[in-house]
């Protein structure tokens, strides 16, 4: 069977990666793929973004399945699109993904629906927002409501950062971000206590299958300190992910959110991800959704994955995800992100990437924003690899990831050396 991967950064190389280990997988396409799918003989970049080229590409080349890791092409109606052709493609449809594309369909449909989550009000008035940060005073959180490549929360821990971030996403729309109606919109919402966790699955319109717990890095530096980023790092499983934590998840959080899109005649299938805050009591209230899998979680996940990811996602396609059982490695994996000079503010392109490993069974080094240039790999992006390790425990898996880490060498580049440090305590 021939794939199609759509997307370019960490999370799609990750994807490609697996489903190419499948003896069903007879040609991996990523569109557009990055330096690392570039090097690799087994896969073939695709130049298309496009969702009608997309279509038609996939159509004209027999594409068996489909696969969407970004959340740009969902917002756009990809799925909607393959699938009114007779394509098979994983992901959700477009009205499906204002789950993560709108944070203000997503906190009212959570509201509706009973799932736990912090209270918050929506606003496009930036005095009704001001008169709002007032009144509930800091700390407090304010999020574009939109697409914002990750970026568009700001955790303020005092009155003065909220409305800073007011004035920034909604009086001088700096994110560029625009919510499903037009024009910029902030979501704030109560500040929440706890520990951060990542609970990803897999849905098929009714049934559901849970990927393996994972938590990641949100903060530039060391301590999580620092700006926030769209992720330094992260390692599977999650030791805050209790027994315990996992069936509340499951119980108050997912499948009241697939009960819900179902009874709104929106069905949900594809990845979804709940962000998750978990407080002392072990209750989980959702931060965020997103209609994909996280990146960098989906590097350690794939590297414990040890069914056939095509007959995974081919079920899942076929609404046969309850005939399904998910078979994990028991060991840890963990992923450090190594960025580019100048992330996140303002990423330097175009330094060349020397000391690149050969992939190992218990080490790869998956590229996110990297390109190949007349054969040499140089930075084309803010976070550039993500270097993931396999091993008997939390502080193996550090060493041996770190170990690859300072074997590799770009100008700049930035990394944290604490990743994994919560599950260590």
Same mark, same amino acid.
């Given at each position: 069977?021939?794939?199609?991967?759509?997307?370019?950064?960490g999370?799609?190389?990750?994807?490609?990666?697996?489903?190419?280990?499948?003896?069903?997988?007879?040609?991996?396409?990523?569109?557009?793929?990055?330096?690392?799918?570039?090097?690799?003989?087994?896969?073939?970049?695709?130049?298309?973004?496009?969702?009608?080229?997309?279509?038609?590409?996939?159509?004209?080349?027999k594409?068996?399945?489909?696969?969407?890791?970004?959340?740009?092409?969902?917002a756009?109606?990809?799925?909607?699109?393959?699938?009114?052709?007779?394509?098979?493609?994983?992901?959700?449809?477009?009205?499906?993904?204002?789950?993560?594309?709108?944070?203000?369909?997503?906190?009212?449909?959570?509201?509706?629906?009973?799932?736990?989550?912090?209270?918050?009000?929506?606003?496009?008035?930036?005095?009704?927002?001001?008169?709002?940060?007032?009144?509930?005073?800091?700390?407090?959180?304010?999020?574009?409501?939109?697409?914002?490549? %990750?970026?568009?929360? #700001? =955790?303020?821990?005092?009155?003065? !950062?909220?409305?800073? *971030?007011?004035?920034?996403? &909604?009086? $001088?729309?700096?994110?560029?971000v625009?919510?499903?109606? %037009?024009?910029?919109? #902030? =979501?704030?919402?109560?500040?929440? !206590?706890?520990?951060? *966790?990542?609970?990803?699955? &897999?849905? $098929?319109?009714?049934?559901?299958?849970?990927?393996?717990?994972?938590?990641?890095?949100?903060?530039?530096?060391?301590?999580?300190?620092?700006?926030?980023?769209?992720?330094?790092?992260?390692?599977?499983?999650?030791?805050?992910?209790?027994?315990d934590?996992?069936?509340?998840?499951?119980?108050?959080?997912?499948?009241?959110?697939?009960?819900?899109?179902?009874?709104?005649?929106?069905?949900?299938?594809?990845?979804?991800?709940?962000?998750?805050?978990?407080?002392?009591?072990?209750?989980?209230?959702?931060?965020?959704?997103?209609?994909?899998?996280?990146?960098?979680?989906?590097?350690?996940?794939?590297?414990?994955?040890?069914?056939?990811?095509?007959?995974?996602l081919?079920?899942?396609?076929?609404?046969?995800?309850?005939?399904?059982?998910?078979?994990?490695?028991?060991?840890?994996?963990?992923?450090?992100?190594m960025?580019?000079?100048?992330?996140?503010?303002?990423p330097?392109?175009?330094?060349?990437?020397?000391?690149?490993?050969?992939?190992?069974?218990?080490?790869?080094?998956?590229?996110?924003?990297?390109?190949?240039?007349?054969?040499?790999?140089?930075?084309?992006?803010?976070?550039?690899?993500?270097?993931?390790?396999l091993?008997?425990?939390?502080?193996?898996?550090?060493?041996?990831?770190?170990?690859?880490?300072?074997?590799?060498?770009?100008?700049?580049?930035?990394?944290?050396?604490?990743?994994?440090?919560?599950?260590?305590?």
């Amino acid at each position: 069977m021939k794939i199609l991967v759509i997307g370019g950064g960490g999370r799609e190389h990750a994807l490609a990666w697996k489903l190419g280990q499948s003896p069903k997988a007879s040609k991996v396409y990523v569109a557009p793929g990055n330096g690392g799918t570039a090097l690799d003989a087994k896969f073939e970049n695709v130049p298309i973004t496009g969702v009608r080229e997309l279509r038609e590409w996939a159509q004209a080349n027999k594409i068996g399945l489909t696969v969407v890791g970004p959340e740009a092409p969902l917002a756009a109606g990809v799925v909607d699109e393959f699938r009114a052709h007779g394509l098979r493609i994983f992901g959700p449809t477009k009205a499906a993904a204002q789950l993560e594309s709108s944070k203000a369909f997503s906190k009212a449909f959570m509201r509706r629906h009973g799932i736990p989550t912090a209270d918050y009000d929506t606003f496009t008035d930036p005095a009704a927002a001001h008169a709002f940060v007032d009144r509930l005073g800091a700390p407090i959180v304010v999020k574009a409501d939109g697409l914002a490549a %990750g970026k568009g929360v #700001v =955790v303020a821990m005092t009155a003065e !950062e909220a409305h800073d *971030a007011v004035d920034f996403m &909604l009086v $001088d729309n700096k994110y560029g971000v625009a919510h499903n109606d %037009g024009g910029a919109r #902030v =979501v704030i919402e109560q500040f929440l !206590e706890g520990e951060e *966790a990542s609970f990803i699955v &897999l849905c $098929d319109g009714k049934n559901v299958a849970a990927l393996a717990t994972s938590q990641d890095h949100k903060r530039l530096k060391d301590g999580d300190q620092g700006p926030n980023t769209g992720g330094m790092g992260a390692y599977s499983p999650a030791p805050v992910v209790t027994a315990d934590v996992h069936a509340r998840a499951m119980r108050e959080v997912i499948l009241p959110t697939i009960r819900g899109m179902e009874k709104d005649g929106i069905p949900y299938t594809g990845f979804l991800y709940a962000g998750l805050m978990i407080d002392a009591k072990g209750h989980p209230k959702t931060l965020e959704f997103n209609c994909r899998m996280g990146d960098p979680e989906t590097q350690p996940i794939l590297m414990r994955l040890k069914s056939d990811l095509v007959d995974v996602l081919g079920a899942a396609v076929d609404g046969k995800l309850d005939q399904v059982e998910l078979q994990w490695d028991r060991r840890t994996a963990l992923g450090v992100v190594m960025a580019a000079h100048g992330y996140p503010e303002a990423p330097r392109k175009g330094d060349a990437i020397n000391g690149l490993p050969p992939d190992a069974d218990d080490a790869m080094v998956f590229h996110a924003g990297t390109e190949l240039v007349e054969g040499v790999v140089r930075t084309s992006g803010g976070r550039v690899l993500c270097v993931t390790a396999l091993a008997d425990s939390v502080k193996q898996a550090q060493q041996r990831a770190y170990d690859v880490a300072r074997g590799i060498h770009f100008d700049g580049a930035q990394y944290r050396h604490d990743i994994g440090h919560r599950a260590v305590k």
